[in-house]
């Protein structure tokens, strides 16, 4: 009885959620009865998208966990067949809304993804979560997890196909946003399902930038619904700039574009040496910090999360290289954009990945995963020391 309970509660949450979601929608906009259908395929396709791909393991003996199939294998089964079908299967969900004359909104396009993807999970935790009763807790963190990353993925598409519908004009804001989607949630079922229970610390990062991302479109979202009313959902878009006062991310892509003037090579290269200079400094405080507090590095198992807490303590000190190389080069090269430091923190990680590649290709799964929000410190760094 309290197996059925415990996968049926975790595969009933995604219903949970878009409840909640509608809750603060307008419904004379969004029609419930639409909104729930769009659950209920996604869960259909899902269904239909488990199978195709439960065929495909038994027919090709690959599967997306690196421990049976290998690091190489694995990455290619998910990233050629699962990553594309999963999401290419919450796009056909969402298809019949998107034809309806209620799509007819960016925001829709959130909605109705959300909805997609949220009745896809609330399938896949089920099946899986039945089929494997001895997952104990880690079934179940993974399982939930999995939603943030289901619906955030979504909603980048949705919003492209909302925007689409629209401008009456395709674009190529789908098809990007969707190799986006597809690239970044593929890392993400790779990190969660695909390594041992230890790898789950890299979806912290990942989880801060889908927060982060989030919450920007969600203030420029409050914005423009106050400029216009006809966009004003029915409830309550939370005022977030009573709550602090960043920058919004129109002035944040603003101070990232080139404007009038040359981009400073010379800046770029020489904060790419401060940003390096930075992230080594960092990971030898961590390793000195560890050394006086005790800490055995030699005990981290990427099969026991128990023993991943020095790998957190080396990831903090390198993260927090970026946010103080950012301020440095603004501040030194006193220019009024972004776009320098961004370019210095840009260089600086893909030469950290290419030395990670010949040194340990292992670790470049991680490393993707810290490299959004390494990007977004630096940038926030940049954004408080420029002029």
Known sequence: MLEVL??????????????????????????????????????VFGLIELFLEGRAVAWTHMTIEAQEAGEGPALLFLFALVAPMREAAKVAACWPAFRSKHFDEPYDGVVYASASALGFAALENAILLRGHPDAGAIGVARALLSLPAHVFFACMWGYALGRARQT??????????????LGGH??????????????????????ATMAVVSWFLARDLARRSERDPSLAT????????????????????????????????????????????????????????????????????????????????????????????????????????????????????VLALVMLGMLAPVALVFAFAVAPIAFGLACAGAWVGRP
């Open 168 to 181: 009456k004009e395709p674009g190529a804001g789908f098809p990007f946003l969707f190799t986006l989607a």
């Open 186 to 207: 593929g890392l993400y079922i790779h990190i969660v399902y695909g390594r041992p229970a230890g790898a789950l610390l890299a979806t912290a990062p990942l989880l």
């Open 6 to 43: 415990r996968w049926s509660s975790l595969a009933l949450l995604p219903a949970v959620l878009l409840a909640v979601l509608v809750r603060f929608t307008d419904r004379q906009r969004e029609p419930l009865w639409l909104v729930a259908t769009t659950f209920a395929l996604g869960a």
């Open 234 to 349: 029915r409830s309550s878009i939370v005022s977030f700039d009573a709550l602090t006062r960043p920058p919004s991310l129109t002035r944040v892509r603003d101070a990232l574009r080139r404007a009038d003037r040359p981009i400073m090579i010379r800046w770029v290269l020489f904060g790419s040496f401060v940003t390096t200079g930075a992230m080594i400094l960092g990971i030898a405080g961590a390793i000195t910090f560890g050394h006086l507090a005790h800490v055995d590095f030699s005990m981290v198992d990427e099969h026991d999360v128990s023993t991943t807490a020095p790998v957190a303590l080396l990831g903090s000190g390198l993260l927090a290289a970026f946010p103080t190389s950012g301020f440095l080069i603004a501040r030194a090269s006193s220019l009024p954009s972004l776009l320098e430091p961004a370019l210095a923190a840009v260089l600086a990680i």
